[in-house]
C-alpha cells in the first residue's frame, strides 16, 4: 500500500528521513536471527514455519526493506507467538493463519495477523512505548520501531520460564554495534 502514497514534502519529508535513520541494519538482522533460533512446538507446521524458514540463518545485516518483507505478511509473527506461547498452538489453525489465495482476503488477513501480534505483545509484557501501530510495518513508515518491538520482546521473553529461545540472546554477550556503543558510553562493560 505505501506504493500508492503520496511523497512526503517539506516537514514531513524531514520527520520521515529521521525515522528511517533510526533503523539500524545489523539489529535488524540480529531480530531476524532471534526469530529464526526461537524453538516451535514439535507439531506446528504451515505457511508460519514456512515464512520463517524463507529468513536466512547466519544473516548480519538486512536492509528496510528486505526487513519489512520477511514480515509483512505476519506469518512470522504467528510463530513467534506460538513458540512464546505453545498454549495458542490451537490457534495457529484459524483462517488467518492460513494465506489466502484472493489479494483481497489475503491482504485483510495479513492487517489482521499484525494486530493479533500487537496484542500479544501486550498481553506478554512489552510496554506501549516500546509497541508499533500496524502501518508502521504495512506503509513502511515506521520500521525501526518494529525492531524495537521485536528486540523488546525479545528481552521479555528470556525472562519467562519454560523460554524455548537462544539464552542471553539479547545480553551483552551478542551485541550490535548500537548495543556496544551505548555499552562503552554507560557502563562499558560490553567489550567485543
Known sequence: MA??????????RDAQRR????????????????????TPPSNLTGPCVDSVLKIPQEIQTVSSDTFVNYLIDGLAF???IVC???SRLHTSNKNTWRVSDKPVFEMARQRERIGLFLDFLSAFGVRGTSQFQTDQLYEKTGVAQVVTALRQLGLEAEKKP????????????NPTSVEILVGMQVNRQCVL
Request: proline residues 6%; hydrophobic residues 40%; charged residues 25%.
Open 19 to 38: 525515522m528511517e535513520g533510526k533503523f539500524d541494519p545489523q539489529t535488524a538482522a540480529k531480530v531476524l536471527r532471534w526469530i529464526r533460533m526461537l
Open 3 to 12: 506504493q500508492f502514497r503520496a511523497e512526503k514534502a517539506g516537514f514531513a
Open 162 to 173: 519454560g523460554y524455548r529461545g537462544p539464552a542471553k540472546f539479547w545480553s551483552c554477550n
Open 84 to 86: 512464546l506461547d505453545p
Open 78 to 80: 504467528g510463530y513467534i
